[in-house]
T-cell receptor
């Protein structure tokens, strides 16, 4: 149980285009999901907390107009990178908060974004 | 602001050795701490989760300990195998939030 999927796993786009990444909790409902970014050989940095039915909470330094987050259902959160530029190339990972008393986070497999 | 440091940054050992990976964090007000494994270009696999009230957790050849007051956690890997080669990340969760702050990771290579 507690599986989180991401789609797509890899995406290559041209500079200036927008890219949408989906994060789904497959066998549980997640009112809270998280989006992380990981640059090569660096650790994961939390970008934003996504709450179902309300606005996302962004970490300091993350542009909310550039990284649009929508959490319209209990099993789906989307991250849209708008007007992507090469510096946005990174590994994007989402996680979903489990519903057990442990409040464990379950991570997706990640999406590799390359902006040309 | 929570800061998490992992030592060593990289480690290369022959197969069969017992290993200790260290994690230190600056804010001891944590709810729990998770250890993860990340293979190159892949997502995270949760290894162990220790609640703030616990001292250790074990799963197979893995044992994680937590000393919350001193801001330290260790991951012990017994009888290492080449398949254990990966990056290991620790992540304490700040009390009162759902946020996990990740350490810099330890890149482990176990040689056959």
């Amino acid at each position: 149980g507690a599986v989180v999927s991401q789609h797509p796993s890899r995406v290559i786009c041209k500079s200036g285009t927008s890219v949408k990444i989906e994060c789904r909790s497959l066998d549980f409902q997640a009112t809270t999901m998280f989006w992380y970014r990981q640059f090569p050989k660096q650790s994961l940095m939390l970008m934003a907390t996504s709450n179902e039915g309300s606005k996302a909470t962004y970490e300091q330094g993350v542009e909310k107009d550039k990284f649009l987050i929508n959490h319209a259902s209990l099993t789906l959160s989307t991250l849209t990178v708008t007007s992507a530029h090469p510096e946005d190339s990174s590994f994007y990972i989402c996680s979903a908060l489990g519903t057990s008393g442990l409040n464990e986070q379950f991570f997706g497999p990640g999406t590799r974004l390359t902006v040309l | 602001k929570q800061e998490v440091t992992q030592i060593p940054a990289a480690l290369s050992v022959p197969e069969g050795e017992n290993l200790v990976l260290n994690c230190s964090f600056t804010d001891s007000a944590i709810y729990n701490l998770q250890w993860f494994r990340q293979d190159p270009g892949k997502g995270l696999t949760s290894l162990l989760l220790i609640q703030s009230s616990q001292r250790e957790q074990t799963s197979g050849r893995l044992n994680a300990s937590l000393d919350k007051s001193s801001g330290r956690s260790t991951l012990y890997i017994a009888a290492s195998q080449p398949g254990d080669s990966a990056t290991y990340l620790c992540a304490p969760r700040t009390s009162g939030t759902y946020k996990y702050i990740f350490g810099t990771g330890t890149r482990l290579k176990v040689l056959a």
